[in-house]
């Protein structure tokens, strides 16, 4: 199995700047994909990014040129880069890990809030 932990969600004023982290372990030889969903209270949750082994990478239109998805695969961390944040990005941010085989894994979520 796969665990994943996740760090750097907090409290920031609009237009700030955070750095998700999420870090895996276990068998992780059998991830390829990686990425970050999110949920507001209420909503559906939706995908922010994703990237693969390679490092190609895709984004959800409302977050294209503001968040910036990487991987450093010999760390088996992905990270989001999040810049000019807006009030609409609040959420619990989720990272996952897929084997594209077994099950997907799931991080316990990290709460991101964007102040007006």
């Known amino acids: 199995q796969v665990q994943l932990v996740e760090s750097g969600g907090g409290l920031v004023q609009a237009g700030g700047s955070l750095r998700l982290s999420c870090a895996a372990s276990?068998?992780?030889?059998?991830?390829?994909?990686m990425g970050w969903y999110r949920q507001a209270p209420g909503k559906q949750r939706a995908l922010v990014a994703g990237?693969?082994?390679?490092?190609?990478?895709n984004y959800s239109d409302s977050v294209k040129g503001r968040f910036t998805i990487s991987r450093d695969n010999a760390k088996n961390t992905v990270y989001l880069q999040m810049d000019s944040l807006k009030p609409e990005d609040t959420a619990v941010y989720y990272c996952?890990?897929?084997?594209?085989?077994?099950?997907?894994?799931w991080g316990q979520g990290t709460q991101v809030t964007v102040s007006s």
């Open positions: 990237i693969t082994r390679g490092s190609d990478t």
């Open positions: 276990g068998s992780i030889s059998s991830i390829n994909a």
């Open positions: 996952y890990a897929d084997s594209g085989f077994g099950p997907r894994y």
